[in-house]
């Protein structure tokens, strides 16, 4: 009895990598290509059209990349499954892309053997995060107890100044820690921060 294929869609804006990426997984026999999409937000309407079984998503395109398509796409089906496509390891997106329900990160430097068994594990259900990738996101995840102090201060509307006397420390100091808890929340803003902590159960009401 033969099995189905398992179907993919490619999201990538560079229409060499994409067409590489085409060209190498259409000789795999179990492997079916139902749609290519050249930004997030086409991704998001291809994945509507087609429900593919696994998606390949490049990180960075224009308008919103992969990790955004991918949050989108799962609001509509959390049971979507995808790979990121990136050509860097940063540990930030890294992160970003396990917070949003990836199932794995692949550079795209990996060989077409790499690649295929990256998929077809994805769609079996099987996580390709290395222990390595996920200690540094639960590490990520982690705020200091200075970090917390001056996400408190920020929960409360203080400006840099105010929070920097009530810790005694220098207001230099705070826009560091300030630009670091924006960027290990993932928040826009101050507020987006403020709004993260009392999310993660960080900050109390009241």
């Given at each position: 009895?033969?099995?189905?294929?398992?179907?993919?869609?490619?999201?990538d804006?560079?229409?060499?990598?994409?067409?590489?990426?085409?060209?190498?997984?259409?000789?795999?026999?179990?492997?079916e290509?139902?749609?290519?999409?050249?930004?997030?937000?086409q991704?998001?309407?291809?994945?509507?059209?087609?429900?593919?079984?696994?998606?390949?998503?490049?990180?960075?395109?224009?308008?919103?990349?992969?990790?955004?398509?991918l949050?989108?796409?799962?609001?509509l089906?959390?049971?979507?499954?995808?790979?990121?496509?990136?050509?860097?390891?940063?540990e930030?997106?890294v992160?970003?892309a396990?917070e949003?329900?990836a199932?794995?990160?692949?550079?795209?430097t990996?060989?077409?053997?790499?690649?295929?068994?990256?998929?077809?594990?994805?769609?079996?259900?099987?996580?390709?995060?290395?222990s390595?990738a996920?200690?540094?996101?639960?590490?990520?995840r982690k705020?200091?107890?200075?970090?917390?102090?001056?996400?408190?201060?920020?929960?409360?509307?203080?400006?840099?100044?105010?929070?920097?006397?009530?810790?005694?420390?220098s207001?230099?100091?705070?826009?560091?820690?300030?630009?670091?808890?924006?960027?290990?929340?993932d928040?826009?803003?101050?507020?987006?921060?403020?709004?993260?902590?009392?999310?993660?159960?960080?900050?109390?009401?009241?």
């Amino acid at each position: 009895m033969n099995t189905a294929p398992t179907r993919l869609l490619i999201a990538d804006d560079h229409v060499v990598v994409r067409l590489g990426l085409v060209s190498m997984l259409a000789i795999e026999e179990d492997l079916e290509i139902i749609a290519e999409a050249c930004n997030g937000e086409q991704a998001v309407v291809l994945y509507e059209q087609h429900r593919p079984d696994v998606m390949l998503l490049d990180v960075r395109m224009p308008g919103f990349g992969g990790i955004e398509a991918l949050r989108r796409i799962r609001a509509l089906n959390p049971e979507a499954i995808a790979l990121m496509l990136s050509t860097s390891e940063l540990e930030t997106e890294v992160a970003l892309a396990f917070e949003a329900g990836a199932v794995g990160y692949i550079l795209k430097t990996e060989n077409q053997e790499t690649l295929v068994a990256a998929i077809r594990a994805a769609a079996q259900g099987r996580r390709l995060f290395t222990s390595v990738a996920l200690a540094r996101i639960a590490d990520r995840r982690k705020l200091s107890r200075r970090e917390l102090d001056v996400l408190q201060g920020m929960s409360r509307g203080l400006a840099n100044k105010e929070i920097a006397g009530e810790l005694g420390i220098s207001e230099h100091t705070v826009k560091c820690y300030v630009k670091t808890l924006l960027d290990k929340l993932d928040a826009p803003d101050r507020a987006g921060a403020g709004s993260s902590g009392f999310a993660h159960g960080w900050l109390k009401v009241g």
